[in-house]
């Protein structure tokens, strides 16, 4: 990509509004348990530190980080953990935090590996969802916005590492 144009799609009102929102279906779906988060690195960190502080239940959180084994072998659903979790998740009520689910190829692998250690329960959010693009049936718990299939950064979504800091969601375009 040479020169780029950004556009925004979603503003940080926006996304602050609706991660409230979000937060308070969790709590309810939590009443009275606690549940643990797992954040998937790195672009769901800037979400998982926002939901997070909104939610009215007790929460523990955990970081783990994934790679597709490069583009060309994306589609073969290959996937490695960079870095797994640090704790046991045995009889645990995880919730998986996501920024985006595109193919769901990631999910997909995060949850049958997880699933493998015998949490009580598991279940996803993610901020963004993009099911036009999707690979493998995928359905998130809870989401934030769907999405057209446009290209996003901001709030933690990068190109080649940049934009992550960018408190709304814009689309990147090249410049015709
Ligand atoms: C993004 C996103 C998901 C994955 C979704 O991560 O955070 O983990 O891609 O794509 P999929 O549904 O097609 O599998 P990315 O590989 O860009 O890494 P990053 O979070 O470190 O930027």
Same mark, same amino acid.
Request: charged content about 25%; overall charge negative.
């Given at each position: ?5 950004? $556009? ?26 606690k ?7 790195k672009?769901?960190?800037? *979400? ?66 997880? @699933? ?22 995928? $359905? ?12 996003v ?5 990068? *190109?080649?590492?940049?934009?992550? +800091? @960018? ?5 990147? +375009?090249?410049e015709?």
């Open positions: 990509m040479g020169k780029e144009r950004m $556009t925004v799609l979603l503003s940080d009102l926006e996304i602050a509004r609706r991660v409230k929102e979000l937060a308070a279906e969790i709590s309810r779906e939590y009443a009275g348990g549940v643990t988060l797992v954040c998937v690195l672009g769901a960190v800037v *979400f998982a530190s926002d939901l997070m502080r909104c939610l009215e239940i007790p929460v523990e959180i955990d970081f783990m980080a994934v790679s597709s084994y490069g583009s060309e072998t994306k589609s073969s659903g290959a996937v490695r953990i960079l870095k797994d979790l640090d704790s046991s998740i045995l009889g645990k009520d995880l919730l998986i935090v996501e920024d985006i689910v595109d193919t769901g190829l990631t999910l997909d692998y995060i949850c049958k590996n997880l @699933l493998s250690r015998k949490p009580r329960s598991l279940k996803v959010v993610t901020l963004l969802d993009k099911p036009a693009r999707r690979k493998v049936k995928f $359905t998130p718990d809870f989401c934030g916005f769907e999405i057209p299939d446009h290209f950064i901001g709030y933690g979504l990068d *190109f080649n590492e940049d934009y992550r +800091q @960018l408190p709304g969601i814009c689309i990147l +375009q090249p015709p």
